[in-house]
């Protein structure tokens, strides 16, 4: 049983792989198991506390993952997590105009933000799996995806016609 968990998958042994998951789901219980039991008003100051402990968290996840594996796998973690809390930027301002559109009162979007990101985990691993596997029997989808992409990037420019149509409706 232990060899098993000393395999490398994706480059990492599975102990790490299965200690990671673990931190997860007990972070995913605890919070509102026992953090967030009584349903109540999240205020400015315990916002920034669990900010922090969560960023503490992740930090330190790091810096393990930089002693443990190296400096070089330790440093592309730490940029994807400041990439990630950058985009997690404007994440906050839509969930904010979300919840002042659909009148969400301030006691239940706590627990409307949990099982929202729960269900955003959930999907995200699998469409990834999904995506991994069909890309890996089928090479070519990736080509199908390059045109969408570049498709969508070609109508995103800006064009001489449309420019003109919006400036004459203002």
Do not use: C
Not at 13 to 25: C, D, E, K, R
Not at 40 to 46: A, M, T, Y
Not at 73 to 92: H, I, P, Q, R, S
Not at 106 to 124: D, K, S, T
């Amino acid at each position: 049983m232990l060899e098993v968990l000393a395999l490398s998958w994706l480059g990492t042994p599975l102990w790490m792989w299965l200690a990671f998951l673990g931190i997860v789901v007990a972070l995913l219980v605890v919070d509102p198991g026992a953090l967030h039991r009584k349903h109540h008003e999240i205020g400015v100051r315990e916002s920034l506390l669990m900010s922090a402990l969560y960023i503490s968290l992740g930090l330190a996840f790091g810096a393990f993952v930089w002693w443990y594996v190296s400096p070089e796998a330790g440093m592309n973690y730490l940029t994807g997590f400041a990439v990630e809390k950058a985009l997690a930027m404007d994440n906050a301002f839509v969930i904010a105009m979300i919840f002042s559109l659909f009148a969400v009162p301030r006691l239940y979007q706590h627990r409307v933000l949990f099982w929202g990101v729960l269900g955003v985990i959930v999907l995200r691993a699998i469409m990834i799996g999904f995506g991994a596997a069909v890309i890996s029997q089928f090479s070519w989808v990736l080509y199908v995806f390059a045109v969408f992409l570049i498709g969508t990037g070609v109508t995103m420019l800006p064009s001489p016609a449309r420019n003109a149509t919006s400036r004459r409706t203002r």
